[in-house]
C-alpha cells in the first residue's frame, strides 16, 4: 500500500476556543496545615486544617472563603492557643492551562483567640507562594507556605500582635461537570416561497464549480483516496504543555471542514502528537486531549461525530528534531488518517 504524507499542523483558534478551555468551576479546597508559632507566643508549632469554597474569575486569578483551625500548646504551664480564622484569598496563578504551575496568594480575614482566661476577634492577614499540580480534570494538588500576621494577641505575653509561618499541603476538588463550547447553531431554514409559474424548458445548465480551496493542505486533503493518506495540517500547532490551539489554526481546520462535508466518502481518524517534554506518560494523555480538540472542533462546525475518532501517539513519533525549540513546536501537532 502506497502512502502519501501532506504535513499538517493543526492550532487552537481565537477567543472562542480559549473561553471553552478555562475550568471555571466552583472547587473545595480541604487542607493540612503546620504552624511555626511566633516564638513571642511562648508556644508550640502544631497541626492544623483548613477548608476553603474557591471560584475562578479569570484566566488567572482565584478567589476563596477559607476557614482554618489549629491549637499550639503552650511551652511552660498548661494550656494552648486555640485559633479559628475566616478569611477570603486571592490567587494568582502563572499558567492556569498547565498541569503544573505556581501561584501567589494574598488574603485578609479574622483571627478568633482562645486561651485560658482570654478571648477576641481581630483582624489577620496573610501572603505566600505555593505550586498547583493537576492530578485529574476535576482534582488538583496544591501545597504553600504563608506568613500570617495575627493583630489579635489578647494582650497575651505583653504582645500587641503575632507573626506566624504556616505550610499547608491539600487538594482543589472541582463540583459539577465542566463545560463544553456550545456547538454552533444550524440556520434556520425560512419558509419556501410560493412557486412561480414554469418557465419555457431550457437546456440544463452546468451545476456551479466548488469553490476554490486556498490552502495547499486542503486541497490535497480534497484529493486523497480512502484507506492510504495521512494528512499533517501545517500551520496548526498547539500551545506548550496545553491541548489549545493555536489563533492561526482556524484558515486550516475551516477549510478542512468544507473538504470534509464535501468528501462524506472518507472518515478521518484525528492522531495527535507531543514534543519530548515531560514524562512519557503524561505526554500521551497530552497527546489524546491535542486529538480530542480538533474533534470537538469538526463536530462544533457540524461534521458528523460517526465519521470521526482519536488517538494519541505522544512523543514516539517526532517529525522535527526535539533539540531545538522550532522542532519542539513542530512536533506539538495533529494529523488526519484519511479512512
Given at each position: 500500500m502506497r502512502i502519501k504524507t501532506l504535513p499538517v499542523l493543526v492550532a487552537l483558534a481565537g477567543t472562542a476556543l480559549?473561553?471553552?478551555?478555562?475550568?471555571?468551576?466552583?472547587?473545595?479546597?480541604?487542607?493540612?496545615?503546620?504552624t511555626f508559632s511566633d516564638s513571642d507566643r511562648q508556644a508550640d508549632d502544631g497541626w492544623g486544617g483548613g477548608l476553603a469554597l474557591g471560584k475562578p474569575i479569570s484566566p488567572h486569578l482565584n478567589m476563596e472563603l477559607g476557614l482554618t483551625g489549629s491549637s499550639l500548646d503552650f511551652k511552660n504551664g498548661g494550656g494552648s492557643y486555640d485559633l479559628w480564622g475566616l478569611g477570603v484569598d486571592?490567587?494568582?496563578?502563572?499558567?492556569?492551562?498547565?498541569?503544573?504551575?505556581?501561584?501567589?496568594?494574598?488574603?485578609?480575614?479574622?483571627?478568633?483567640?482562645?486561651?485560658?482566661?482570654?478571648h477576641d476577634t481581630g483582624l489577620m492577614g496573610n501572603i505566600g507562594v505555593g505550586i498547583m499540580q493537576r492530578l485529574t480534570d476535576n482534582v488538583s494538588l496544591r501545597a504553600?507556605?504563608?506568613?500570617?500576621?495575627?493583630?489579635?494577641?489578647?494582650?497575651?505575653?505583653?504582645?500587641?500582635?503575632?507573626?506566624?509561618?504556616?505550610?499547608?499541603?491539600?487538594?482543589?476538588?472541582?463540583l459539577g461537570q465542566k463545560a463544553q463550547a456550545a456547538p454552533t447553531p444550524e440556520p434556520v431554514a425560512e419558509p419556501a416561497p410560493e412557486p412561480a409559474p414554469a418557465p419555457a424548458p431550457?437546456?440544463?445548465?452546468?451545476?456551479?464549480?466548488?469553490?476554490?480551496?486556498?490552502?495547499?493542505?486542503?486541497?490535497q486533503l480534497d484529493r486523497a483516496q480512502s484507506g492510504d493518506t495521512v494528512v499533517i495540517l501545517h500551520g496548526v500547532n498547539f500551545a506548550f504543555d496545553s491541548a489549545r490551539l493555536l489563533p492561526n489554526a482556524v484558515t486550516v481546520l475551516d477549510e478542512a471542514v468544507t473538504v470534509l462535508k464535501r468528501r462524506k466518502d472518507v472518515d478521518v481518524e484525528v492522531v495527535g502528537h507531543t514534543d519530548s517534554t515531560g514524562p512519557k506518560q503524561y505526554n500521551q494523555t497530552l497527546s489524546e486531549r491535542r486529538a480530542k480538540s480538533v474533534y470537538d472542533y469538526f463536530v462544533?462546525?457540524?461534521?458528523?461525530?460517526?465519521?470521526?475518532?482519536?488517538?494519541?501517539?505522544?512523543?514516539?513519533?517526532?517529525?522535527?528534531?526535539?533539540?531545538?525549540?522550532?522542532?519542539?513546536?513542530?512536533?506539538?501537532?495533529?494529523e488526519l488518517v484519511v479512512k
Amino acid at each position: 500500500m502506497r502512502i502519501k504524507t501532506l504535513p499538517v499542523l493543526v492550532a487552537l483558534a481565537g477567543t472562542a476556543l480559549q473561553a471553552h478551555a478555562m475550568d471555571d468551576r466552583l472547587y473545595i479546597a480541604p487542607t493540612v496545615n503546620y504552624t511555626f508559632s511566633d516564638s513571642d507566643r511562648q508556644a508550640d508549632d502544631g497541626w492544623g486544617g483548613g477548608l476553603a469554597l474557591g471560584k475562578p474569575i479569570s484566566p488567572h486569578l482565584n478567589m476563596e472563603l477559607g476557614l482554618t483551625g489549629s491549637s499550639l500548646d503552650f511551652k511552660n504551664g498548661g494550656g494552648s492557643y486555640d485559633l479559628w480564622g475566616l478569611g477570603v484569598d486571592a490567587i494568582y496563578l502563572l499558567n492556569r492551562d498547565a498541569s503544573f504551575t505556581p501561584y501567589g496568594v494574598v488574603g485578609l480575614g479574622a483571627l478568633y483567640t482562645d486561651i485560658p482566661g482570654k478571648h477576641d476577634t481581630g483582624l489577620m492577614g496573610n501572603i505566600g507562594v505555593g505550586i498547583m499540580q493537576r492530578l485529574t480534570d476535576n482534582v488538583s494538588l496544591r501545597a504553600d507556605a504563608r506568613y500570617r500576621i495575627d493583630g489579635n494577641s489578647t494582650d497575651a505575653f505583653g504582645a500587641n500582635h503575632f507573626g506566624d509561618a504556616i505550610v499547608s499541603v491539600g487538594l482543589n476538588i472541582a463540583l459539577g461537570q465542566k463545560a463544553q463550547a456550545a456547538p454552533t447553531p444550524e440556520p434556520v431554514a425560512e419558509p419556501a416561497p410560493e412557486p412561480a409559474p414554469a418557465p419555457a424548458p431550457q437546456a440544463a445548465e452546468p451545476e456551479p464549480a466548488p469553490p476554490a480551496l486556498a490552502t495547499p493542505e486542503a486541497q490535497q486533503l480534497d484529493r486523497a483516496q480512502s484507506g492510504d493518506t495521512v494528512v499533517i495540517l501545517h500551520g496548526v500547532n498547539f500551545a506548550f504543555d496545553s491541548a489549545r490551539l493555536l489563533p492561526n489554526a482556524v484558515t486550516v481546520l475551516d477549510e478542512a471542514v468544507t473538504v470534509l462535508k464535501r468528501r462524506k466518502d472518507v472518515d478521518v481518524e484525528v492522531v495527535g502528537h507531543t514534543d519530548s517534554t515531560g514524562p512519557k506518560q503524561y505526554n500521551q494523555t497530552l497527546s489524546e486531549r491535542r486529538a480530542k480538540s480538533v474533534y470537538d472542533y469538526f463536530v462544533s462546525k457540524g461534521i458528523d461525530a460517526d465519521r470521526l475518532s482519536t488517538k494519541g501517539y505522544g512523543e514516539t513519533r517526532p517529525a522535527f528534531s526535539n533539540k531545538t525549540r522550532e522542532g519542539r513546536a513542530k512536533n506539538r501537532r495533529v494529523e488526519l488518517v484519511v479512512k
